[in-house]
């Protein structure tokens, strides 16, 4: 039997800050050391206690075993909540499993062939734009491409400006969001500072952009049936009651976040690895050259393409976009012989898990062989974790796979980007981990 007991605290707490200097000033370092410092630390941000699940299996105590005393929450959640509102990621209980039921179909295993045409499709579109020699802002064209690819699948009949409106609020947004959560003195995020001025700008903008494209659907319904047309025809089952506007709102905001992000920063940083690491590069090019021989890559193409995929796991390992993780005890929990208390903050960072010592060799070497099926087996479940785990684990994941592979595929079979810089990009943490900077250059391969 175990004995349930306080967690262990971590040192260097500041009056009213806690840690929170740790984690602004280095985010990455501060996540792994908490993970060192035991398999659940208790640390706080601000006022607020926390604590860091920092092994796999305590992990999955909270995503999956003893899920239901967990709720979604916690710093970066609530400041998430406050500018991308309450859609299926935020949602808790009956709202999360309403939502979640009716939001699947959008990502049906059938559809994923239609959505690697479009993934393709915009990697093609993006390919035709880069010029031989060139020097491209290629994080900024990736996100770009993502939304395109959002805008020909989930949302299918949002027009190009739309899009384009959307995708320029966004950044302002997710920056927010960690800048919000790391320093948490809610006084300096309302002085007028041109960074507020600016984040506030953005959400009434996106408010107004959103508002228009709901009106849109309901007077010119697409053709097809994508997630806005879910949400607009659902009825409750008992009332007969539509989705409300407000919830429909949440819904757009978030996903086109939540699903443009997260794939175009890990293809960003396919990207700048592949610019850093020519022997990489050449294996990757060779399978390319090897499966498609020069004609475009197509959807039954990428069980094929097992070098791709096992680079792509490699890129989620080493740079998990979804870097720190929370949720709020609803209960009081005993966590593998520990007490969290109710109302308390839970950390879990797929970046510290990712690179914990104890379960992957070398954890800080890009080594996309450690993916080959005798190797991987050795990998404890819960150890890898770049879409989460349980009911909450991510609803995109097999069009982030599908979406991912085929842009890449596409891209890197025409295309060697070559960095502008010695040394390669650190990763920045912020609402998602990002490389430090986004230009390279284009060089075709044909010449
Ligand atoms: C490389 C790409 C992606 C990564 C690494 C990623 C990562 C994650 C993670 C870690 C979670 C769980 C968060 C938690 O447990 O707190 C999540 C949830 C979610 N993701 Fe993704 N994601 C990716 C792509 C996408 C795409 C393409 C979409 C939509 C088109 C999407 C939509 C969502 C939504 C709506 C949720 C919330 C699910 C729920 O709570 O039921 N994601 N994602």
């Known amino acids: 039997m175990t004995l349930t007991r306080e967690a262990r605290p971590y040192p260097g707490a500041l009056p009213l800050l806690g840690h929170a200097l740790h984690l602004a000033r280095d985010p990455l370092g501060f996540v792994e050391r908490l993970r060192d410092h035991g398999?659940?630390?208790?640390?706080?941000?601000?006022?607020?206690?926390?604590?860091?699940?920092?092994?796999?299996?305590?992990?999955?105590?909270?995503?999956?075993?003893?899920?239901?005393?967990?709720?979604?929450g916690g710093p970066l959640f609530d400041q998430a909540t406050r500018l991308l509102g309450n859609g299926l990621a935020a949602a808790n209980g009956e709202l999360h499993r309403r939502q979640r039921r009716l939001l699947q179909p959008a990502f049906h295993h059938g559809r994923m062939a239609r959505y690697a045409e479009a993934a393709s499709d915009s990697a093609e579109a993006l390919s035709d734009r880069w010029r031989h020699g060139a020097v491209a802002d290629v994080g900024r064209d990736l996100h770009d491409m993502t939304m395109d690819v959002l805008t020909r699948?989930?949302?299918?009949?949002?027009?190009?400006?739309?899009?384009?409106?959307?995708?320029?609020?966004?950044?302002?947004?997710?920056?927010?969001?960690?800048?919000?959560?790391?320093?948490?003195?809610?006084?300096?995020?309302?002085?007028?500072?041109?960074?507020?001025?600016?984040?506030?700008?953005?959400?009434?903008?996106?408010?107004?952009v959103v508002d228009g494209l709901i009106a849109d659907y309901?007077?010119?319904?697409?053709?097809?049936?994508?997630?806005?047309?879910?949400?607009?025809?659902?009825?409750?089952?008992?009332?007969?009651?539509?989705?409300?506007?407000?919830?429909?709102?949440?819904?757009?905001?978030?996903?086109?976040?939540?699903?443009?992000?997260?794939?175009?920063?890990?293809?960003?940083?396919?990207f700048q690895v592949l610019a850093a690491r020519p022997d990489l590069e050449r294996k990757l090019h060779a399978e390319l050259d090897e499966v498609l021989g020069?004609?475009?890559?197509?959807?039954?193409?990428?069980?094929?393409?097992?070098?791709?995929?096992?680079?792509?796991?490699?890129?989620?390992?080493?740079?998990?976009?979804?870097?720190?993780?929370?949720?709020?005890?609803?209960?009081?929990?005993?966590?593998?012989?520990?007490?969290?208390?109710?109302?308390?903050?839970?950390?879990?960072?797929?970046?510290?898990?990712?690179?914990?010592?104890?379960?992957?060799?070398?954890?800080?070497?890009?080594?996309?062989?450690?993916?080959?099926?005798?190797?991987?087996?050795?990998?404890?479940?819960?150890?890898?974790?770049?879409?989460?785990?349980?009911?909450?684990?991510?609803?995109g994941e097999s069009f982030a796979w599908t979406e991912i592979g085929m842009a890449l595929a596409t891209l890197a079979a025409r295309w060697r980007l070559r960095s502008t810089e010695a040394r390669p990009p650190r990763p920045v943490a912020g609402s998602t981990l990002r490389p430090s900077r986004s230009v390279l250059r284009t060089e075709a391969r044909t010449g």
């Open 153 to 208: 699948t989930v949302f299918s009949a949002v027009t190009p400006t739309t899009a384009a409106e959307i995708r320029s609020c966004i950044p302002a947004l997710v920056a927010g969001v960690a800048r919000r959560a790391f320093v948490p003195i809610d006084v300096v995020h309302r002085l007028p500072l041109p960074v507020n001025r600016r984040e506030a700008e953005r959400l009434d903008r996106l408010y107004q």
């Open 39 to 72: 398999p659940v630390t208790e640390f706080r941000l601000g006022t607020r206690p926390a604590r860091m699940v920092g092994t796999g299996e305590l992990v999955k105590e909270v995503l999956i075993t003893q899920q239901s005393a967990f709720e979604k």
């Open 294 to 395: 020069g004609r475009p890559v197509e959807y039954p193409d990428l069980p094929k393409l097992e070098y791709l995929g096992r680079f792509v796991q490699e890129i989620l390992r080493m740079f998990p976009t979804g870097w720190l993780l929370t949720r709020r005890a609803a209960a009081d929990v005993d966590l593998g012989g520990h007490r969290i208390p109710a109302g308390a903050d839970v950390f879990f960072s797929p970046y510290a898990l990712h690179r914990d010592p104890a379960v992957f060799a070398d954890p800080h070497r890009f080594d996309p062989d450690r993916w080959l099926p005798e190797r991987a087996a050795a990998v404890p479940r819960h150890a890898y974790l770049p879409f989460g785990a349980g009911v909450r684990k991510c609803i």
């Open 218 to 270: 309901r007077a010119h319904p697409p053709e097809q049936e994508d997630m806005l047309a879910l949400l607009l025809a659902a009825r409750d089952e008992t009332t007969g009651e539509g989705v409300a506007d407000r919830q429909i709102h949440d819904e757009i905001r978030s996903m086109m976040v939540a699903g443009t992000e997260t794939s175009a920063t890990a293809l960003h940083w396919s």
